[in-house]
């Protein structure tokens, strides 16, 4: 049995064919970037996880509005303030102490 030999020009119809077929991408000899075009996009996935901060809008609408966070921390101060341990006042601190310029 010989086997048969195919003119280039059928060689590549049957070429094209099987990519139709078998849904194939043309072999290129340079890079087509279509490993990065066939994964799934993760920005949309990332934007889901992470909810919008809404502290700014309820901060326009109410003046008064306080974080949980910033709470515990105004709290934290006047505890500190009581013992004497908390931060100085603007301009009392140790860079007021040491002085003007020096000439």
Do not use: C, W
């Not at 909810?51 to 700014?56: A, C, I, K, S, Y």
Request: glycine fraction near 8%; avoid cysteine.
């Amino acid at each position: 049995m010989r086997a048969r030999k195919f003119t280039p020009q059928v060689l590549a119809i049957i070429d094209e064919a099987a990519r139709k077929v078998f849904n194939h991408r043309p072999v290129v000899q340079h890079r087509t970037g279509f490993k990065l075009l066939a994964k799934t996009p993760y920005g949309p996935v990332a934007a889901k996880y992470y909810p919008p901060d809404l502290t700014r809008s309820f901060k326009k609408l109410a003046k008064d509005y306080t974080t949980d966070l910033e709470e515990r921390r105004q709290d934290k101060l006047v505890r500190l303030r009581a013992r004497g341990k908390g931060p100085p006042k603007k301009g009392h601190g140790n860079r007021a102490k040491k002085g003007g310029k020096k000439r």
